[in-house]
Structure formats: structure tokens, C-alpha cells
């Protein structure tokens, strides 16, 4: 502009609007709250417009004694799991001391074998159980257990029996007896059972050397395990697809034909796991069959029978290889 006449003012930029003040609202430490929305006791505005009390001191949205709404709760639930823990742990320890202190120790079964030893005689069957303590009770009165009455095929033939038991266990063997005599020592139960015995007319072990083979190899007598315990049995190993007929000729019957089958050898089970097969026939014709598979352990079979002698045929069968079916059978009165 051209000297000594008015300038035009300089144009200035606008500045920015400042928020107004809460209107005479602080909070705590001088702190700016919303718009007349006081933060101790009375009612609570957010622009003026009533939320509702909240308790004495307390921020919006307390609960009882300043806490949060609904935190109780969570917390409480937050400590179940510890408090279940804990009770777990309790528990544990006590079920473990009282299965150490159910255990008889080894007092006991000396006290037990003694009651057993006082009134023993030659021929008398001793059992334990449950079977696991088998090992247990072996130590103590194995002396008295030959090898034949450990692998018998079962205890009929037995007019006294044993039985010595932990927890309320009773053994196979005795089932359906009734005690005549029984002794408590530090956990052991001793029992003694007394039954008339059968009378067995013949065994097929004792004449396998008589023995007529058909379609496979001789059996063979035998000490095996079958099902996780020993049996004295003939041991035959059929062909697969081929029957082995093992025929006893003019064998003495009486009323009743009772036999054991199983399949042998825990590593042939578990490498060959299909069942085996055996049929007992006479005068041609099949009165008892058994199919015992490899879990079945030692399999009972029976058939009635006429009195008198005549030829038995055992006819076994296997569809895998090495599959070693192991058997006896007595003839009873």
C-alpha cells in the first residue's frame, strides 16, 4: 500500500475452541470429571442425567466394600481347583497308607504257614489267593507243593484243601466249599476244606507212551505254561488245515470223561493269535468239543460216559502255524 494510508489488517487464524470446563466437577487429586458427575456419595450424572446411587466412597459400578461388582464370585470359583488339589492329595496319601499296612508282612505268613504245617498230611492241596500272592505263599510252604500238584489239572482228585487268602479272596479251587476250620494271623486267612475226592479210573498222561498218532507228530508229555500257570499235558502241534488224531485204545470209562485244553506258550500267543480246536470222539462220534483261544487260558471240557473200555479219540486242529495245544483228561468213577 502506498505510504501514509491505512493498512489492512493482518488476517489471524482462527484458533481452536477450547472445551469448556466441567461445571465446577473434580474429582479426586483435582482431576476433571464428566460434566457434573460427582465421584463420592449422591447420585452420579453423565450430562446431567441420573445413573443411579452408588455406595458410600465407592467408584460407579461397586459392589460391597469398594469391590468390584461380581469379582467375589469369580475368585471363589478361581479357588475350587486349589481346594480340590488339596483334597486329592488327602485322599491319596491316606489310601496309600492303608494299602502298605493291608499287606501282610512277612510275620504273617510265617504265623500262617505254621497253622497250615501243624495240621498238614501228605496229599493235601494248598492254594493261595489271589493269585499274584502265589509267589508269596510258595516261599513259605513251596516245600509242601510238589510239581505234580502244582500242574494238576484241577483239584477234584484233592479230599483236603488249603487255602490261604489276603483281602477276601478265594481261589477257584475252592469254590462252592465251606470251611471246617479257619485261622485269622495278621491278615492271612487260613482255610481248611474237606470233600470226598473223585475216583479217576485213568489218566491219559500216565499212556501216552501207548499212544496211536494219525496226521501228525506224537504228543509229547509236557510241563507248560498255559494261561499264565503250569500244567502237566500232552503238547501237540497240528498242522495248519490238517487234523492230529490221538487215539487211546481200550481206554477204562466210567460216568464221566473230564479234560483240560489250552494253548501253550506265552510268545506263540502273542505272535499267532487264532484259537485252536479239539474234539473228543468215541465209537465215532464227537461228546465233547473245545475251542480255546489265546486269552482263554486253561479250558474245561466233559462228556458223559458208559463204564467200560473202550477206544477215546482226541482230534486237534489249528488253522495257524506252531500252534501248541496242550491237554488232559481222566476218566472218573
Same mark, same amino acid.
Given at each position: 500500500?502506498?505510504?501514509?494510508?491505512?493498512?489492512?489488517?493482518?488476517?489471524?487464524?482462527?484458533?481452536?475452541?477450547?472445551?469448556?470446563?466441567?461445571?465446577?466437577? %473434580?474429582?479426586?487429586?483435582?482431576?476433571?470429571?464428566?460434566? $457434573?458427575?460427582? @465421584?463420592? +456419595?449422591?447420585?452420579?450424572?453423565?450430562?446431567?442425567?441420573?445413573?443411579?446411587?452408588?455406595?458410600?466412597?465407592?467408584?460407579? &459400578?461397586?459392589?460391597?466394600?469398594?469391590?468390584?461388582?461380581?469379582?467375589?464370585?469369580?475368585?471363589?470359583?478361581?479357588?475350587?481347583?486349589?481346594?480340590?488339589?488339596?483334597?486329592?492329595?488327602?485322599?491319596?496319601?491316606?489310601? *496309600?497308607?492303608?494299602?502298605?499296612?493291608?499287606?501282610?508282612?512277612?510275620?504273617?505268613?510265617?504265623?500262617?504257614? @505254621?497253622?497250615?504245617? #501243624?495240621?498238614?498230611?501228605?496229599?493235601?492241596? *494248598?492254594?493261595?489267593?489271589?493269585?499274584?500272592?502265589?509267589?508269596?505263599?510258595?516261599?513259605?510252604l513251596g516245600d509242601l507243593i510238589p *510239581?505234580?500238584?502244582?500242574? %494238576?489239572?484241577?483239584?477234584?482228585?484233592?479230599?483236603?484243601?488249603?487255602?490261604?487268602?489276603?483281602?477276601?479272596? %478265594?481261589?477257584?479251587?475252592?469254590? $462252592?466249599? +465251606? #470251611?471246617?476250620?479257619?485261622?485269622?494271623?495278621? $491278615?492271612?486267612?487260613?482255610?481248611?476244606?474237606?470233600?470226598?475226592?473223585?475216583?479217576?479210573?485213568?489218566?491219559?498222561?500216565?499212556?501216552?507212551?501207548?499212544?496211536? #498218532?494219525?496226521?501228525?507228530?506224537?504228543?509229547?508229555?509236557?510241563?507248560?505254561?498255559? &494261561?499264565?500257570?503250569?500244567?502237566?499235558?500232552?503238547?501237540?502241534?497240528?498242522?495248519? $488245515? @490238517?487234523?492230529?488224531?490221538?487215539?487211546? +485204545?481200550?481206554?477204562?470209562?466210567?460216568?464221566?470223561?473230564?479234560?483240560?485244553?489250552?494253548?501253550?506258550?506265552?510268545?506263540?500267543?502273542?505272535?499267532?493269535?487264532?484259537?485252536?480246536?479239539?474234539?473228543?470222539?468215541?465209537?465215532?462220534?464227537?461228546?465233547?468239543?473245545?475251542?480255546?483261544?489265546?486269552?482263554? &487260558?486253561?479250558?474245561?471240557? #466233559?462228556?458223559?460216559?458208559?463204564?467200560?473200555?473202550?477206544?477215546?479219540?482226541?482230534? +486237534?486242529?489249528? @488253522?495257524?502255524?506252531?500252534?501248541? *495245544?496242550?491237554?488232559?483228561a481222566e476218566a472218573r468213577q
Amino acid at each position: 500500500m502506498a505510504a501514509g494510508t491505512d493498512a489492512e489488517p493482518t488476517p489471524t487464524a482462527p484458533t481452536a475452541p477450547t472445551a469448556p470446563a466441567a461445571a465446577g466437577a %473434580r474429582g479426586a487429586a483435582g482431576a476433571p470429571t464428566v460434566a $457434573g458427575a460427582p @465421584t463420592v +456419595a449422591g447420585e452420579a450424572t453423565v450430562a446431567g442425567a441420573p445413573i443411579g446411587p452408588t455406595a458410600a466412597g465407592a467408584p460407579i &459400578g461397586a459392589g460391597a466394600a469398594g469391590a468390584p461388582i461380581g469379582a467375589g464370585a469369580p475368585r471363589r470359583l478361581l479357588a475350587l481347583p486349589a481346594i480340590a488339589l488339596v483334597l486329592l492329595g488327602l485322599w491319596e496319601a491316606i489310601a *496309600i497308607r492303608r494299602s502298605t499296612t493291608a499287606v501282610p508282612d512277612d510275620a504273617a505268613w510265617t504265623s500262617a504257614a @505254621t497253622v497250615v504245617r #501243624a495240621e498238614h498230611r501228605p496229599g493235601d492241596l *494248598i492254594v493261595f489267593a489271589p493269585d499274584w500272592v502265589d509267589p508269596v505263599g510258595r516261599l513259605h510252604l513251596g516245600d509242601l507243593i510238589p *510239581i505234580d500238584m502244582a500242574a %494238576r489239572m484241577d483239584a477234584a482228585r484233592y479230599g483236603r484243601i488249603w487255602e490261604l487268602s489276603i483281602r477276601g479272596a %478265594r481261589h477257584v479251587d475252592t469254590a $462252592g466249599l +465251606a #470251611a471246617v476250620a479257619t485261622a485269622e494271623r495278621g $491278615g492271612v486267612t487260613v482255610r481248611r476244606f474237606e470233600r470226598t475226592p473223585v475216583t479217576v479210573l485213568a489218566d491219559v498222561r500216565d499212556l501216552v507212551a501207548s499212544v496211536r #498218532a494219525e496226521g501228525g507228530g506224537r504228543p509229547a508229555l509236557v510241563l507248560a505254561e498255559v &494261561g499264565f500257570a503250569p500244567h502237566r499235558c500232552l503238547e501237540i502241534v497240528p498242522r495248519p $488245515g @490238517t487234523p492230529a488224531r490221538i487215539t487211546f +485204545a481200550a481206554l477204562p470209562l466210567g460216568r464221566e470223561l473230564v479234560g483240560y485244553v489250552g494253548i501253550a506258550d506265552v510268545f506263540t500267543r502273542r505272535d499267532e493269535r487264532s484259537p485252536g480246536q479239539l474234539d473228543v470222539e468215541i465209537g465215532g462220534r464227537v461228546v465233547a468239543s473245545a475251542r480255546p483261544g489265546v486269552d482263554d &487260558g486253561w479250558v474245561r471240557f #466233559a462228556a458223559p460216559t458208559a463204564p467200560g473200555a473202550t477206544d477215546v479219540t482226541f482230534v +486237534a486242529r489249528a @488253522t495257524g502255524l506252531n500252534k501248541r *495245544i496242550c491237554f488232559s483228561a481222566e476218566a472218573r468213577q
